[in-house]
C-alpha cells in the first residue's frame, strides 16, 4: 500500500486545518509556538517562522492575522506582517504550499472560501459566515460559486458576537460554534482562531490530483 503525504502545518492552532487535511488523504503534523493540548495528529511546540520544511511532501501555513484583521484597525495595536516573511521561506521548496489569511491579506486568493459553500450552518440558527483567503503554489484562481447566505448567518470571533449578529440570531454559544465549524474538539478561544476543516479537505483534494498529474 502506497504510503499517505506528509503534509507539515505551520502556525497550526488546534488543528481545525489539520482535520481536513487529513481527510483529503494527508499525514499531518502539526507546529505552533504555543502548546495544544488538543491538536488532533502529531505535534511539536516550536517556531513555525524557522521550522525545518525538510522531509514533507507539501506544506500549509497560517500566519498570525491580527495584523489584517478588520477588529485590529479599531484596537490600535501594531501587528508584524508574518505572510510575507512566511511566503518568503515556502517560495522556493521544490513541494507546493498554501498560505492562509484573512481577506484583505497580501495573498493571491486562488481561493476564496466561506461557510455557505459547504453548507456548514446551524439549523435554526443561520449558516457560518467565514471567508477565508488561500495562495496556492500550484494551481491559479480557481471559479468558485459566490458567497451566498441565504438568511442569518453566525460569525466567531475572539471578542464575542458581533452586533450585527446578535440583533438577527441571539447569543450563539461554544456548542454552536462547533456545529457550524464541523469542530467538536476545541475549547472556545480555540474556535475563534480555526479554519473549518471542509475548507482544507477542498483544497487538500486538489492538491492531491495535482501531485497525481
Not at 61 to 67: N, R
Not at 102 to 124: N, S, W
Amino acid at each position: 500500500m502506497s504510503r499517505r503525504p506528509r503534509l507539515l502545518d505551520l502556525f497550526s492552532g488546534a488543528g481545525g486545518a489539520a482535520m481536513g487535511y487529513h481527510r483529503a488523504g494527508f499525514d499531518v503534523i502539526g507546529v505552533d509556538i504555543a502548546p495544544m493540548p488538543r491538536y488532533p495528529f502529531e505535534f511539536h511546540q516550536g517556531d513555525a517562522r524557522t521550522y525545518p520544511l525538510e522531509g514533507f511532501d507539501a506544506i500549509h501555513a497560517s500566519p498570525p492575522c491580527q495584523k489584517f484583521a478588520l477588529a485590529s484597525k479599531y484596537n490600535g495595536r501594531i501587528y508584524p506582517d508574518l505572510v510575507g516573511p512566511t511566503r518568503d521561506r515556502l517560495v522556493s521548496l521544490p513541494i507546493p504550499w498554501v498560505i492562509e489569511n484573512v481577506p484583505g491579506a497580501p495573498l493571491r486568493p486562488d481561493y476564496k472560501l466561506c461557510g455557505c459553500m459547504f453548507g456548514l450552518e446551524a439549523a435554526g440558527v443561520g449558516q457560518l459566515r467565514r471567508e477565508r483567503w488561500f495562495e496556492t503554489s500550484w494551481q491559479g484562481p480557481e471559479p468558485m460559486p459566490p458567497c451566498h447566505h441565504w438568511g442569518p448567518a453566525i460569525s466567531i470571533a475572539g471578542h464575542g458576537t458581533p452586533t450585527w449578529m446578535r440583533e438577527k440570531t441571539g447569543h450563539v454559544g461554544v456548542a454552536v460554534w462547533r456545529q457550524v465549524m464541523g469542530i467538536d474538539w476545541m475549547r472556545r478561544e480555540e474556535l475563534t482562531e480555526a479554519i473549518p476543516p471542509a475548507y482544507t479537505e477542498h483544497i487538500g483534494r486538489r492538491l492531491l490530483e495535482w501531485m497525481g498529474a
